[in-house]
């Protein structure tokens, strides 16, 4: 696993070699969107996403960005929101947990009740996440994910391109060899905006409550629910598929 440092503290990248990747990157989004359209990209607005957002603009590809308001995601977050749409003029989907079966959890439950068992952590995360993805799923031949192999135990061996069977569509990681170093020295380069809980020891950011800052040297998803064994520390978004093939780039 990739020891995590503060995006201040990356080593440099050569500028050739990010140059290469992101020409690789942007050309794999230009294959899916031309291929597999309509395909749409799942940003969690995480720096990895960042990246992708902002080749999917600069090229002007018809992928859509939509993202997750779980509604317990951090104030940074809704901050990174309003300034990309800023900056791209960009209007992000936003998809949002059924409200009747949100409050039926949290009167249940109690409006915290992800911290009592992992089963209720899932179920929050089936309520506020996996539904709302099924919906901004529908009807779509492919989603595109930031996520890159070397970001947990539960991703190590991501490959680029997946059937993803439970949601009946194909799925991307264009990331996937990407290494932490890489994604920021993209976001430097090209001035991106990034969710500043990056500055503050938060390398993988989802809900307020079930994400915390992590120490020099923990591995970069150390902070999400840490409570929990890492080996099965996943929100239910991306299951893992057996039925794997790598061919793009
Ligand atoms: S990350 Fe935490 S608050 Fe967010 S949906 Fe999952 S359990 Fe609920």
């Given at each position: 696993m990739t020891p995590t440092s503060h995006p201040d503290q990356q080593d440099a990248t050569p500028a050739e070699a990010l140059r290469d990747k992101s020409a690789a990157l942007a050309e794999a989004l230009r294959r899916i969107a031309a291929e597999w359209r309509p395909a749409v990209f799942a940003s969690s607005l995480g720096a990895e996403d960042m990246v992708i957002t902002d080749v999917i603009v600069r090229e002007h590809l018809p992928i859509e960005i939509f993202s997750l308001?779980?509604?317990?995601?951090?104030a940074e977050t809704y901050d990174l929101m309003h300034e990309i749409q800023q900056r791209y003029g960009l209007k992000l989907k936003l998809y949002y947990p059924r409200n009747d079966v949100i409050e039926a959890y949290t009167r249940e439950n109690g409006i915290n009740a992800f911290y009592d068992s992992i089963e209720l952590r899932k179920a929050c995360c089936h309520i506020r996440k996996v539904e709302p993805l099924q919906r901004a799923l529908a009807n779509r031949k492919a989603w595109i994910t930031g996520m890159r192999?070397?970001?947990a135990a539960t991703r190590d061996r991501l490959p680029l391109q997946q059937y993803d069977e439970a949601n009946k569509l194909e799925k991307f990681?264009?990331?996937?060899?990407?290494t932490e170093q890489e994604v920021w020295a993209y976001i430097r380069s090209n001035d991106v905006p990034y969710n500043k809980l990056h500055d503050r020891f938060y390398p993988s950011i989802g809900c307020a409550p079930c994400t915390r800052a992590i120490s020099l040297g923990e591995d970069v998803r150390a902070g999400r629910w840490w409570w929990e064994d890492p080996t099965n520390k996943e929100c239910g978004l991306h299951v893992k598929n057996p039925n794997v093939v790598s061919i793009i780039r």
């Open positions: 308001d779980t509604g317990r995601l951090p192999a070397q970001q990681n264009p990331l996937s060899d990407w």
